[in-house]
T-cell receptor, first 114, second 116 residues
Framework: DAGVIQSPRHEVTEMGQEVTLRCKPI?????LFWYRQTMMRGLELLIY????????DSGMPEDRFSAKMPNASFSTLKIQPSEPRDSAVYFC????????????FGSGTQLSVL | SQQGEEDPQALSIQEGENATMNCSYK?????LQWYRQNSGRGLVHLIL?????REKHSGRLRVTLDTSKKSSSLLITASRAADTASYFC?????FGGGTSYGKLTFGQGTILTVHP
C-alpha cells in the first residue's frame, strides 16, 4: 500500500492567491482528517470526514478555508485568499475500520505564504 | 485548545537510559494514543490504550493510563539514538453509539533527544 498521499509536498505562494492541497487516503479507509502544524500552536485539527461526510469542522480557522471530499479516495483543502499566517505544515491522515482506530499520516504539505 | 498536554516539553538523555513522557487531558476519552514524529515527516502511530485498560506494552514501549487523574505516561526503555523524535499523545473522545471514530486531538508534544 502506498500510504496516505499528499500533494504538493511544498507550496510557496503570494498573499491573496488561492491554494489547494490534495490528499489521497489509504484505500478502504473511511475517515479522513486534516491537521495543521505550527511551532506556536502545535497540531490543530481543522476538519474530519467519516464516509465522505464532514463531521466536525469547528477547527477550520475562518471562511477562507474550505474542505471537500467528493469521494472516498480524494479530498482537498482550499485556502482562498491565502495569508502569511496560513504558513504551516498541513497533514492529511486517514483511518479505517480494520486499523484499530489508529491514524495513518501523509508526509504533509509545507505551505509558505509570502 | 489542545486536549492533551505533554510534559516535559523537551527531554535529553543518554543512550541506554529510559525516557518517560507524560500526558494530561481534560475530558472523558474512549482511548488514548501515542505517536512519534521525526523531523520533517508525518506522525507514526506507536501504541493505543483504551479507557478500560491501565497498562500496555509494545516492545520497548510501556504506556499507562489513569482515567481518574486523566493522565497517561509513555516509557521508552533502553533508549537509542534512533529514538530521537517528537512524541505526541492524542485523545479520542469517541463519536457516540459506542464507536470511537471521533476526532483525535493532539497535545503539543515532547521533543526527545537521545545522545549516543
Amino acid at each position: 500500500d502506498a500510504g496516505v498521499i499528499q500533494s504538493p509536498r511544498h507550496e510557496v505562494t503570494e498573499m491573496g492567491q488561492e491554494v489547494t492541497l490534495r490528499c489521497k487516503p489509504i484505500s478502504g479507509h473511511n475517515s479522513l482528517f486534516w491537521y495543521r502544524q505550527t511551532m506556536m500552536r502545535g497540531l490543530e485539527l481543522l476538519i474530519y470526514f467519516n464516509n465522505n461526510v464532514p463531521i466536525d469542522d469547528s477547527g477550520m480557522p475562518e471562511d477562507r478555508f474550505s474542505a471537500k471530499m467528493p469521494n472516498a479516495s480524494f479530498s482537498t483543502l482550499k485556502i482562498q485568499p491565502s495569508e502569511p499566517r496560513d504558513s504551516a505544515v498541513y497533514f492529511c491522515a486517514s483511518r479505517g475500520l480494520a486499523t484499530n482506530e489508529k491514524l495513518f499520516f501523509g508526509s504533509g504539505t509545507q505551505l509558505s505564504v509570502l | 485548545s489542545q486536549q492533551g498536554e505533554e510534559d516535559p516539553q523537551a527531554l535529553s538523555i543518554q543512550e541506554g537510559e529510559n525516557a518517560t513522557m507524560n500526558c494530561s487531558y481534560k475530558t472523558s476519552i474512549n482511548n488514548l494514543q501515542w505517536y512519534r514524529q521525526n523531523s520533517g515527516r508525518g506522525l507514526v502511530h506507536l501504541i493505543l490504550i483504551r479507557s478500560n485498560e491501565r497498562e500496555k506494552h509494545s516492545g520497548r514501549l510501556r504506556v499507562t493510563l489513569d482515567t481518574s487523574k486523566k493522565s497517561s505516561s509513555l516509557l521508552i526503555t533502553a533508549s537509542r539514538a534512533a529514538d530521537t523524535a517528537s512524541y505526541f499523545c492524542a485523545t479520542d473522545a469517541g463519536f457516540g453509539g459506542g464507536t470511537s471514530y471521533g476526532k483525535l486531538t493532539f497535545g503539543q508534544g515532547t521533543i526527545l533527544t537521545v545522545h549516543p
